[in-house]
């Protein structure tokens, strides 16, 4: 098992702070980055194969892990950073990974026991989610029914939305063909370069192979797309104490 990080982007939304650090070297509490919390998070669920993609600011990130000798970690540089979106970045790592793989957003904080509890599953591909009582434009929605999700998009409007894709899906067995083949179709219409890599799999439920959900508590990770949901995590660091800044 692998865990692939997408940390390729400028994090332009958390500027100034991202303007000499990428977003996953941002402190979180504690003294330690988002980075070296999924690292941490990672090792403790039991993965040792680690690869992250990097783009902006990359020598930065390659030297923090150089601390990680207990993990194998492989840096994917993606030079087409600046001018795509993470569906370049994903279809980089994946096309040169061989076993199955989680698929993790570089700028979540989450708990081990997400992790674990992904890693139990046992469909192709698995998506964790999460519900909330209300959610926003900038979510990644989902609509589920029975076991399954059917839709993904940051468009699906909000009363028909029951749910919110964490950035962290499982893909395992024929789903690392599954995943691969599509993104290798997509990368060649040059309008994808731009978009989510959660675009594909849209495209794979479409055409009707199924993609399951592991569903997982709000208390148990958080993003970090703006000023306030650094300072969120940063007042609320008690919160995820035990999990986080553990080794």
């Not at 330690?32 to 941490?40: A, H, K």
Request: hydrophobic share 40%.
């Amino acid at each position: 098992m692998r865990v692939i990080i997408l940390a390729a982007g400028k994090g332009e939304r958390l500027y100034p702070m991202t303007k000499n650090s990428p977003k996953s070297l941002l402190e979180i509490g504690s003294g330690r980055t988002v980075l070296e919390s999924q690292l941490d998070h990672i090792a403790q669920a039991g993965i040792r194969d680690v690869t992250i993609v990097t783009g902006y600011k990359t020598e930065q990130i390659e030297a923090k892990v150089l601390d990680y000798r207990d993990l194998d970690i492989t840096i994917c540089y993606n030079p087409f950073f600046a001018t795509s979106n993470n569906l370049i970045s994903a279809w980089l790592a994946i096309r040169e990974t061989h076993e199955n793989f989680v698929l993790v957003n570089g700028d979540d904080v989450f708990k081990t026991r997400v992790l674990s509890g992904l890693l139990d599953t046992d469909d192709d591909i698995t998506m964790v989610i999460d519900r909330k009582a209300n959610y926003d434009q900038d979510d990644m929605k989902v609509v589920t029914s029975g076991d399954r999700v059917f839709r993904v998009s940051k468009d699906i409007p909000l009363d028909e939305t029951n749910g919110e894709s964490i950035g962290m899906i499982l893909f395992q067995g024929k789903g690392r063909s599954i995943i691969r083949d599509t993104l290798e179709g997509m990368v060649r219409r040059e309008e994808n370069q731009k978009i989510f890599y959660l675009a594909a799999l849209q495209e794979i439920m479409e055409r009707g192979f199924p993609v399951h959900y592991h569903e997982c508590s709000r208390d148990d990770w958080a993003e970090i797309d703006f000023h306030s949901d650094l300072s969120f995590i940063r007042q609320h660091i008690n919160k995820y104490a035990a999990d986080i800044v553990k080794v």
